[in-house]
């Protein structure tokens, strides 16, 4: 904390705070509204299957992400096998994968018509879906389990760090004591590594509340379906607004349930680096079984459904490579880099805030300013439609006071809209990443700085920029990668005649023609693959 601290910049904290939950506070005014009864309805008819749907897609996916993801994340903490090093980093490669495009090539793969089915007659000789029984994947369980594959990496990533931040004492305690690896892992690691995971979990709940594509393919109707199909179908926004409103009360009480759960937990440790002989050498049948999981959860996660895209991609390219392709991919690259750097200079001042402002109640915006990323796509569409669309109809009337046409939708009618709904989804992203430099900047440094007479303005710009160049990085890359794959905010809003990659892709899987899209959405994995490696490296060289 720095004495004398301007109140302009807290000033401009709030501001950036206040507009960043305006959405927020749009969808609960919305749900105050009359709705002409159809809330009543849906909630008389469809709103108890809406709501037990989403209930048990969030935490069915955050089982099956547990299930998978702790023991690969052990595995490659604690344990020496051949192949470690390289599954250490590739496991978190199924996060480049957008859900529904995954959940298509399974579709394709597991129909009745799909190859594997076809292959089952053939060996048979079964003529009709009579003659035996095949799981449909286009259930309620089929979205469970490929919002699963693709989530877990969530809680793989956090349950990782966290075994291998675990003392190296308490392991050779566990040995001493008779300890196998097994036993380590359930009587020691696992109790140590729980907040950590369910912190995971958390994230995997809010991205699969948030999913709009898989479910709505699938046919599986949740809370993100219905606001989407009320507002568009029934066209009530209030309606919308109220399902919206609930889906709020569904995450936030998922978030307040899990730290809840662990509010008297606390862990204390003494962090030591883990070399190579403190993890369990595994022999040759045990290793063998590691080597086989991992390849088995990295194959279907993201291989599989990799080598298909090429294969489309590959058969399709003429048809694919054109100039709505070349268009929609700058769209969907200069939005994306607009929102990274905005959102990393609104959390660069909102830190520099919470770190310099000697008032506790400065605290405040940087919390206030990430709540955005607990809203749904279909949710934060209703909150910026609302407050922006009276914005334009305020600016038009003024116009039309003195006798002059207005601008039309200058602000919900204009690419203004995205990068506004983006901002308000993902600046928690690059609040969080700022934040974890700021923690490795000694407070030293600041009050040096003011002894010798700098203001806070050149603190920041000679002092701490220079030293959150990292933090910022990353933060860039991991917002840049979330605004190319976001569908439903930009499927709500986005302008007429207006196309991403991810709108592009989504309207070829709604058509089941993803062959001809496959090359827009090999695009979005591979950019997402940048802020992937790059996040590994750097947790390899903290580690």
Not at 13 to 24: H, N, S
Not at 267 to 272: A, D, H, R
Not at 323 to 329: A, G, P
Not at 438 to 464: C, E, F, N, W
Request: aromatic share 12%.
């Amino acid at each position: 904390m720095i004495l004398g601290f301007s109140k302009r910049w807290s000033i401009m904290g709030y501001v950036i705070a206040a507009a960043l939950t305006l959405p927020l506070v749009a969808i609960l005014l919305q749900a105050a509204t009359p709705d002409e009864s159809v809330f009543d309805h849906l909630l008389d008819t469809v709103l108890p299957t809406y709501i037990s749907n989403t209930l048990i897609l969030m935490v069915s996916v955050c089982i099956g992400a547990a299930v998978i993801a702790v023991p690969a994340a052990w595995l490659i903490a604690r344990c020496e096998f051949p192949g470690r090093h390289i599954f250490q980093w590739a496991l978190l490669l199924p996060l480049a994968m957008p859900a529904y495009v995954v959940a298509y090539v399974y579709t394709d793969l597991l129909d009745y018509a799909g190859p594997i089915q076809r292959g089952i007659r053939y060996l048979f000789g079964w003529q009709s879906p009579q003659d035996y029984f095949f799981p449909d994947v286009r259930t309620l369980a089929g979205a469970s389990v490929m919002l699963a594959l693709v989530l877990f990496p969530y809680i793989y990533l956090l349950a990782r760090t966290a075994f291998m931040e675990q003392s190296s004492s308490l392991q050779h305690a566990a040995r001493v004591m008779g300890c196998g690896p097994w036993q380590s892992f359930w009587r020691l690691s696992l109790p140590m590594a729980r907040p950590a995971i369910a912190v995971g979990a958390s994230l995997v709940a809010m991205e699969t509340a948030a999913d709009f594509a898989t479910v709505s393919y699938f046919a599986v109707p949740t809370l993100t379906t219905a606001v989407y199909d009320t507002w568009l179908g029934y066209g009530s926004l209030a309606a919308a607004a109220k399902l919206s409103a609930i889906m709020l009360l569904v995450v936030f009480c998922m978030i307040g349930i899990e730290r809840f759960a662990r509010r008297k937990q606390k862990l204390f440790q003494k962090q030591t680096e883990l070399n190579y002989g403190d993890r369990y050498q595994l022999g040759n049948i045990k290793a063998l079984g590691a080597g086989l999981y991992c390849m088995a959860l990295l194959f279907l996660a993201f291989l599989l459904p990799f080598i298909i895209l090429l294969h489309y991609a590959w058969d399709y390219f003429d048809v694919s490579w054109n100039n709505d392709f070349l268009k929609y991919s700058f769209n969907s690259f200069y939005i994306a880099a607009i929102v990274s750097l905005l959102t990393v200079a609104i959390a660069v001042i909102l830190m520099f805030v919470r770190r310099c402002s000697p008032r506790p109640v400065d605290l405040l915006p940087s919390r206030l300013a990430s709540t955005g990323y607990a809203l749904p796509g279909t949710v934060l569409a209703i909150g910026i439609l609302v407050p922006l669309t009276y914005l334009d109809f305020a600016i038009n009337d003024l116009y039309a006071l003195f006798d002059t046409r207005g601008p039309g939708l200058l602000f919900s009618g204009t690419v203004f809209v995205l990068v506004f709904a983006f901002s308000v989804r993902f600046t928690a992203i690059a609040i969080g990443s700022v934040e974890n430099s700021y923690k490795r900047i000694s407070p030293s440094l600041d009050m040096a700085s003011v002894t010798m007479g700098l203001t806070p303005g050149a603190l920041l710009q000679r002092v701490h920029l220079p030293l959150l160049r990292k933090g910022i990085f990353a933060g860039l890359l991991l917002v840049f990668i979330e605004c190319m794959k976001e569908l439903p905010a930009a499927l709500l809003l986005r302008p007429v005649g207006f196309e991403n990659l991810a709108t592009y892709v989504y309207q070829f899987v709604s058509d089941e023609q993803l062959e001809h899209g496959a090359l827009a959405a090999i695009v979005i994995v591979l950019v997402g693959l940048v802020p992937l490696i790059y996040l590994n490296r750097s947790l390899e060289q903290r580690n």
